[in-house]
């Protein structure tokens, strides 16, 4: 199984193939909240690409540190950037970051099925 990663940081948000699980279990558990699923969809849809704190805490009806908390997590685990100017800080999907999730999870699902179903051939 191919192992997959991305570096978090600055605004460019580069893709990586240096770590491993650390980095995917990472992303996996800051998406299992649902604020933070609901934090990178609103950020994703936001026009431009990118949301200030101050665009995400209406929707949610949750407060500014409460928003921030989240947005950090997510930064974190590489699956947004923050790019401050001035005072503020805008948030945006870090480019591939979910392509490689979801290729990770391809990639385990094959193979997986590729065992089962050589176990259930050499059973029959």
Same mark, same amino acid.
């Given at each position: 199984?191919?192992?997959?990663?991305?570096?978090?940081?600055?605004?460019?948000?580069?893709?990586?193939?240096?770590?491993?699980? =650390?980095?995917?279990?990472?992303?996996?558990?800051?998406?299992? =909240?649902?604020?933070?699923?609901?934090?990178?969809?609103?950020?994703?849809?936001?026009?431009?690409?990118?949301?200030?704190?101050?665009?995400?805490?209406?929707?949610?009806?949750?407060?500014?540190?409460?928003?921030?908390?989240?947005?950090?997590?997510?930064?974190?685990?590489?699956?947004?950037?923050? =790019?401050?100017?001035?005072?503020? !800080?805008?948030?945006?999907?870090?480019?591939?970051?979910?392509?490689?999730?979801?290729?990770?999870?391809? =990639?385990?699902?094959t193979a997986w099925t590729g065992?089962?179903d050589a176990h259930e051939s !050499?059973?029959?």
């Amino acid at each position: 199984m191919t192992r997959m990663t991305w570096a978090s940081g600055d605004r460019r948000g580069t893709m990586s193939a240096m770590t491993g699980e =650390d980095t995917l279990s990472r992303a996996f558990r800051a998406l299992s =909240d649902p604020t933070r699923l609901r934090l990178l969809a609103l950020v994703a849809a936001h026009e431009g690409g990118e949301a200030c704190v101050v665009d995400l805490t209406a929707p949610l009806a949750l407060s500014q540190p409460t928003i921030s908390h989240h947005l950090k997590i997510l930064v974190g685990a590489g699956l947004l950037t923050r =790019d401050r100017r001035g005072v503020w !800080s805008y948030y945006a999907l870090v480019p591939g970051a979910l392509g490689t999730l979801g290729r990770y999870l391809t =990639d385990a699902d094959t193979a997986w099925t590729g065992r089962h179903d050589a176990h259930e051939s !050499s059973d029959g």
